[in-house]
C-alpha cells in the first residue's frame, strides 16, 4: 500500500522536535515541506536532510483552494517513486492535509505524526499571572456563547 506520511512540525525548529517526527525526517526517501519559510528548514539543512517545497506552487496557484488541490495531486504523483513524507507546521489546521485526505484513492495510506501544536505553543507563552486561559471542550463551548 503507497503511504504519505504527514509530519507536524510546529512553529519552532528543531527543539520542539519528537523523536517520532525526528526519525520519520531523518528516514524519509521523499521529504517535501510545504514552505521552506520555516524554521525547520534551516535545520534539516545543517543535518543535510534534503527535501523539496512546494514554494513555486503559491505563485503558479490563483487562490489556496487551488494551491491545496494541486498539494495533493503532486504528491499522490510522487507516489509512483515511493512513499513521500510532507512536513507542514500542524496538520490539523492545514487545508492541504484535508484535501489530501479527501482526494487520496483507498489504496493510499495517510498517517499523520503529530507535534507541539500551535496551540500548545501559544499556551505555553501565556504569562500564568496575567490571565486565565480555560479549555473548553465542543460541548461546553455553546453553552457560553
Same mark, same amino acid.
Given at each position: 500500500?503507497?503511504?504519505?506520511?504527514?509530519?507536524?512540525?510546529?512553529?519552532?525548529?528543531? =527543539?520542539?522536535?519528537?523523536?517520532?517526527?525526528?526519525?520519520?525526517? !531523518?528516514?524519509?526517501?521523499?521529504?517535501?515541506?510545504?514552505?521552506?519559510?520555516?524554521?525547520?528548514? =534551516? /535545520?534539516?539543512?545543517?543535518? *543535510?536532510?534534503?527535501?523539496?517545497?512546494?514554494?513555486?506552487?503559491?505563485?503558479? %496557484?490563483?487562490?489556496?483552494?487551488? /494551491? *491545496?488541490?494541486?498539494?495533493?495531486?503532486?504528491?499522490?504523483?510522487?507516489?509512483?517513486?515511493? =512513499?513521500?513524507?510532507?512536513?507542514?507546521? =500542524?496538520?490539523?489546521?492545514?487545508?492541504?492535509?484535508?484535501?489530501?485526505?479527501?482526494?487520496?484513492?483507498?489504496?493510499?495510506?495517510?498517517?499523520?505524526?503529530?507535534?507541539?501544536?500551535?496551540?500548545? !505553543?501559544?499556551?505555553?507563552?501565556?504569562?500564568?499571572?496575567? %490571565?486565565?486561559? !480555560?479549555?473548553?471542550?465542543?460541548?461546553?463551548?455553546?453553552?457560553?456563547?
Amino acid at each position: 500500500m503507497a503511504k504519505i506520511t504527514v509530519v507536524s512540525l510546529g512553529i519552532g525548529g528543531e =527543539d520542539y522536535l519528537t523523536r517520532a517526527q525526528e526519525k520519520q525526517l !531523518r528516514s524519509a526517501k521523499q521529504l517535501v515541506l510545504r514552505t521552506a519559510r520555516h524554521p525547520m528548514a =534551516d /535545520f534539516l539543512r545543517s543535518e *543535510n536532510i534534503p527535501f523539496a517545497t512546494f514554494d513555486s506552487l503559491y505563485e503558479e %496557484c490563483e487562490d489556496f483552494d487551488v /494551491f *491545496n488541490k494541486a498539494v495533493s495531486v503532486q504528491l499522490l504523483t510522487m507516489l509512483k517513486e515511493g =512513499d513521500v513524507c510532507y512536513a507542514v507546521s =500542524d496538520a490539523s489546521f492545514d487545508y492541504s492535509v484535508f484535501t489530501l485526505t479527501s482526494l487520496k484513492p483507498r489504496s493510499t495510506e495517510v498517517e499523520i505524526i503529530p507535534g507541539v501544536s500551535i496551540a500548545e !505553543r501559544y499556551l505555553s507563552m501565556v504569562e500564568r499571572t496575567s %490571565c486565565a486561559v !480555560r479549555v473548553f471542550t465542543a460541548g461546553e463551548f455553546g453553552s457560553y456563547r
